[in-house]
C-alpha cells in the first residue's frame, strides 16, 4: 500500500511540474506548413503568460541567417502571445526558434519549419 502511495505521489510531482511550463499551443505560420503568401509576422500561442523580458524568437533562412525585422514582443492584449515581424520573405523553408520564460520563471525552447512557395 505504501509503494502504491509513493508511485502515485510522483506522478502527481512529475505531472505538477510538467505543465508549469509554457508549451507551444500553436503558431502561424504553423509547423512545417507550407505558405503560398509571405507571412508579415509570426505568432506563437503559449500555455502560460510570458515574460516579456526575457522570451525571444528569432527566424532563420536555410543558411542561419536571421531573416525577421528583429522586433520580438509579447502582445499588450495577449500575455500567452509572442510576435516577431518579417520582411517579404523570398521562397524557401525558415526556422523559427523560440525561448520564452513563463511569469512563474521556467524556461521553455522549441524550434520547427516552415515553407514559403509562391
Sequence with gaps: MTRCFLVVLLIAVVAADATAHAVLERAEPRPASKVRTTPV??????????E???STVRVVDAQDRRVDRDDVR????N???LRVSLPPLTAGTY???WRVVSVDTHVSQGQFTFSYAP
Design 52 to 54: 516579456p523580458t526575457f
Design 95 to 97: 526556422r523559427v526558434i
Design 41 to 50: 509576422e509570426v505568432k506563437l500561442w503559449f500555455t502560460e503568460i510570458l
Design 74 to 77: 509579447v502582445d499588450a492584449g
Design 79 to 81: 500575455p500567452v502571445l
